[in-house]
């Protein structure tokens, strides 16, 4: 029965990942094409790889503070759960 429930329990924890994951990029791209697309047109402009490279560094700099945040989390995590082993 134990065994069940944490496998139950660890679906959930992946579902929630996944649609945080999701959520974080849908985010992340409205915000990078806000800021980096002020005047959004029909055809391609000459300012096209200004916008390019505008959202490439949005979007690296999104990423990159999602992985510092997922690290610190993860190792948060983790060292909870081995102080509840500990504690047992």
């Known amino acids: 029965m134990a065994a069940r ?34 005047k959004p047109s029909t055809s391609l402009s000459s300012s096209e790889e200004a916008r390019t490279t ?15 945040v997922s690290k610190v989390y993860i190792a948060r995590v983790s060292k909870e759960r081995l102080n509840e082993r500990d504690s047992v």
């Open 5 to 38: 429930k944490e496998a139950v329990m660890n679906q959930i924890r992946s579902e929630l990942a996944l649609a945080n994951a999701q959520e974080l990029m849908n985010k992340t791209n409205e915000k990078c094409f806000a800021k980096c697309v002020t």
């Open 54 to 68: 505008c959202l490439s560094r949005c979007l690296d700099r999104y990423m990159e503070a999602f992985n510092l």
